[in-house]
């Protein structure tokens, strides 16, 4: 039972175009959402977050939206660089409870 | 500061033997969890440390699992009679409280069962 899903495993993007990262959940108790990002032999690093009281948060290149209604959300990154490729997991909890389902992750590859 | 380490980095182990591995989260950082992440997935719940005492084992797969953080700060997970599917990057990540949300991973330890 995914409850977190990231349903394309790939992406390529363009250098200096944007990138939109898509996640999917079901849970509807999921109030918090994160985005990580992790490069090879290294562990998840925290990118941007976003509370179901928002549907948008930004942070310099990067802007989360959530769709509550379509259980739906997306990280976008602009304009993308090739130091932004790796492979970007999006988790979700529930206010309170601070345990994190995490989605199958994204490869991005920006290309020069 | 000193980051979430995770020590060792690399453990090969044969199958039925047991294993320990150890975390050190950030100081002050009363959360600590540990995930597993197999080939091609995300980082999977296993534990989550509040202080010294686990809060949520509810991902733990069986009874050869177990974690401890007898001080509220080093937490070390043990696995008995390890199996080939237990092989497996086991990271740990720790989280200030207070109402924040991110949390700071370590490296990771790359487990392989043979």
């Known amino acids: 039972d995914q409850q977190v899903k990231q349903n394309s495993p790939s992406l390529s993007v363009q250098e200096g175009r944007i990138s939109i990262l898509n996640c999917d959940y079901t849970n509807s108790m999921f109030d918090y959402f994160l985005w990580y990002k992790k490069y090879p032999a290294e562990g998840p690093t925290f990118l941007i977050s976003i509370s179901s009281i928002k549907d948008k948060n930004e942070d310099g290149r990067f802007t989360v939206f959530l769709n509550k209604s379509a259980k739906h959300l997306s990280l976008h990154i602009v304009p993308s660089q090739p130091g932004d490729s790796a492979v970007y997991f999006c988790a979700a909890a529930t206010s309170g409870t601070y345990k994190y389902i995490f989605g199958t992750g994204t490869r991005l590859k920006v290309l020069a | 500061g000193a980051g979430v380490s995770q020590t060792p980095s690399n453990k090969v182990t044969e199958k039925g033997k047991y294993v320990e591995l150890r975390c050190d989260p950030i100081?002050?950082?009363?959360?600590l969890y540990w995930y597993r992440q197999s080939l091609g997935q995300g980082p999977e719940f296993l534990i989550y440390f509040q202080g010294t005492g686990a809060a949520d084992d509810s991902g733990l797969p069986n009874d050869r699992f177990f974690a401890v953080r007898p001080e509220g700060s080093v937490s070390t997970l043990k696995i008995q009679r390890t199996e080939r599917g237990d092989s497996a990057v086991y990271l740990c990540a720790s989280r200030r409280s207070g109402g924040s949300y991110e949390q700071y991973f370590g490296p990771g330890t790359r487990l392989t069962v043979t």
């Open positions: 100081s002050g950082h009363t959360a």
